[in-house]
């Protein structure tokens, strides 16, 4: 029978190799995934440096509604963005925070009639383990 690396009830790490470098904690977050449909094609031909001045203003409207709602961008790559909700700043709301940044993303990428392209975004909440100052 496998036993949990965590408490159950504390979420503190039972090994102690992983208790040295920061508290290990269980957390209920939200994560959210956008990425701009077509990019691709619509670079094609086109230099690196155009490619970039077309996809960089883009991806800071994404990022600016992230963080106007609270979130955390963790990751920007490509065409698209990555960001959690509740993970750096425990919050109930983590949810409800990163469907209103998505909203806001598409309201304000139409708004700003930057781009003709779909946004697609993606929200998944659930359990994921946290630890501060580790690295790898």
Not at 23 to 40: C, E, M, N, Q, Y
Not at 91 to 98: G, N, W
Request: with cysteine.
């Amino acid at each position: 029978m496998q036993t949990s690396a965590l408490c159950s009830k504390c979420g503190a790490s039972h090994d102690p190799s992983l208790q040295s470098v920061g508290t290990l904690s269980r957390k209920i977050v939200s994560v959210l995934f956008a990425d701009l449909k077509g990019s691709t094609r619509a670079i094609s031909g086109i230099d690196a440096e155009s490619a970039m001045l077309l996809l960089r203003p883009l991806l800071a409207v994404m990022s600016a509604a992230v963080r106007d709602h609270g979130g955390t961008l963790l990751e920007m790559r490509g065409d698209g963005i990555y960001a959690s909700f509740g993970a750096a700043d425990a919050t109930e709301d983590h949810a409800l925070a990163a469907s209103r940044a998505a909203i806001d993303i598409k309201q304000r990428l139409k708004v700003a009639g930057r781009t003709t392209l779909p946004v697609h975004i993606g929200i998944n909440t659930g359990e994921v383990c946290t630890q501060l100052g580790w690295r790898l």
